[in-house]
């Protein structure tokens, strides 16, 4: 039997409806995060704006309420990144995604990562978890204490990568202060770590989430290598596509595939959202021309926005005398209708973000 062919476009409107970009969806917060496989957040408003761009009706507090109830966790998960994941997720696929940590581990800190004891470092950061939370600066100074030879940074790391810790919501406008402290994941979620190193769950998750996809999308998304012949064991039970180059896509059962012409409103999508770091291959979302805006120096991924479903140009806000100002970059000429569509939807976006401005306006540049 002859598989069917994906264009790109196909691929766009798949991936946007699984990550809820075609329309927005009425989900409580926890369900929305497990839909999407976790929201990237190593900075911590833009998990609100992913939010607020997906959603219908969300309100800021509705991710915080989540935070402090401890539904959802900020935690280091794919690709050693923090990211906002559900505690059942957290829980259920932490243990296959640490080999990735301690990969991270490796890349960072080279040979400053030499000759660490790993148990020695967890048994003793356990110990002072168990006694109160700690901030990552807490953790380095006791740490050199323990081991005054060794890279505090990096011995600050090895722990992250092998002991299972959440962060603890800690205030501010967006859940967290800038030194949040960690808390022992069992002790903040009061069950233990139940997931194995099985990677049926984790490729499914992201299936539902990104798909379809390649093997090597499953690796830029998670941050493991060589997954090849472990995901070749699950084959059986996922549907396989080829894209337009040949290569063969793996996708969940029954997850949705639109037509290609299936409207796509225009969207604003939040610094370092996982929609354009989730696959090898980002053309489905992102031109190979336009990727140099978007991902720069030092990690730095921008805000961007969507037209016909595609990455079209980058935004940032920006605040004077209580006036907010969204600044929108296009790669491209926009129709009027475009940029119409843009300042209503942009507006929006700025009196969620700057909810106490005196005024709003929207710019193109």
Do not use: C
């Not at 794919?78 to 932490?94: F, I, P």
């Amino acid at each position: 039997m002859t598989e069917r062919i994906l264009t790109i476009r196909e691929l766009n409107r798949a991936t946007l409806a699984r990550q809820m970009l075609l329309e927005r969806e009425t989900l409580p917060v926890p369900a929305a995060i497990e839909r999407v496989a976790g929201l990237q957040a190593q900075v911590v408003s833009p998990p609100y704006v992913g939010l607020w761009t997906r959603l219908r009706d969300f309100r800021r507090e509705d991710l915080t309420n989540a935070l402090e109830e401890r539904l959802v966790v900020r935690v280091a998960m794919m690709r050693s990144t923090l990211h906002l994941m559900t505690a059942e997720d957290y829980l259920l696929l932490r243990p296959v995604l640490e080999p990735a940590l301690v990969r991270a581990l490796k890349a960072f800190f080279g040979k400053r990562a030499e000759g660490l004891d790993a148990e020695r470092l967890v048994g003793a950061a356990r110990t002072w978890l168990e006694e109160e939370p700690r901030t990552q600066g807490e953790f380095r100074a006791l740490l050199s204490g323990l081991e005054p030879d060794q890279d505090p940074a990096a011995m600050s790391y090895a722990v992250r990568a092998y002991l299972p810790m959440a962060q603890v919501p800690s205030g501010g406008r967006w859940g967290y202060s800038n030194r949040p402290p960690y808390a022992l994941a069992e002790s903040w979620l009061g069950r233990p770590v139940s997931g194995t190193q099985d990677l049926r769950d984790l490729v499914l998750r992201y299936l539902a989430a990104f798909g379809p996809a390649t093997v090597a999308d499953v690796q830029a998304w998670s941050g493991l290598v060589r997954l090849k012949d472990r995901i070749r064991d699950l084959a059986p039970d996922l549907r396989v596509f080829r894209n337009e180059d040949g290569k063969e896509l793996l996708d969940a059962p029954d997850a949705p595939l639109p037509p290609p012409n299936t409207p796509a409103p225009v969207r604003f999508v939040p610094d370092y959202d996982n929609l354009v770091l989730s696959h090898a291959d980002r053309r489905r979302v992102i031109s190979d021309e336009h990727r140099k805006f978007v991902f720069l120096s030092a990690g730095r991924v921008r805000a961007t926005f969507l037209v016909d479903g595609f990455v079209t140009g980058t935004w940032k806000l920006e605040k004077s005398r209580g006036i907010v100002t969204l600044m929108i970059e296009p790669f491209e000429t926009l129709s009027r209708t475009t940029r119409e569509a843009l300042i209503e939807e942009g507006e929006r976006l700025a009196r969620f973000v700057e909810s106490e401005a005196r005024a709003f306006e929207v710019r193109f540049t």
